[in-house]
């Protein structure tokens, strides 16, 4: 269906469709939301960054790069 020219006579289809959409995109967030191992966002602290970084920084260095942005 072309919902470009929508008509009055076809908006029940039009509505339906999107109901139809918005319903699958409901699930799917569900779906993702359901998903126990997705990684979550989180600070580090330092330690844990000095940890992170491949050369390993002292903690008085990564304190510079912080103080100059």
Do not use: C
């Not at 006579?9 to 139809?20: F, M, N, Q, W």
């Not at 992170?52 to 100059?68: E, F, H, N």
């Amino acid at each position: 269906m072309n919902y470009s020219e929508l008509t009055f006579d076809r908006l029940p289809e039009a509505v339906s469709y999107l109901i139809g959409r918005v319903e699958s995109l409901e699930h799917a967030l569900e779906k993702k939301s359901e998903q126990p191992d997705a990684p979550v966002d989180r600070w580090m602290n330092i330690d844990e960054l000095k940890a992170y970084l491949p050369d390993k920084p002292a903690r008085a260095t990564i304190y510079g790069w912080v103080s100059q942005r």
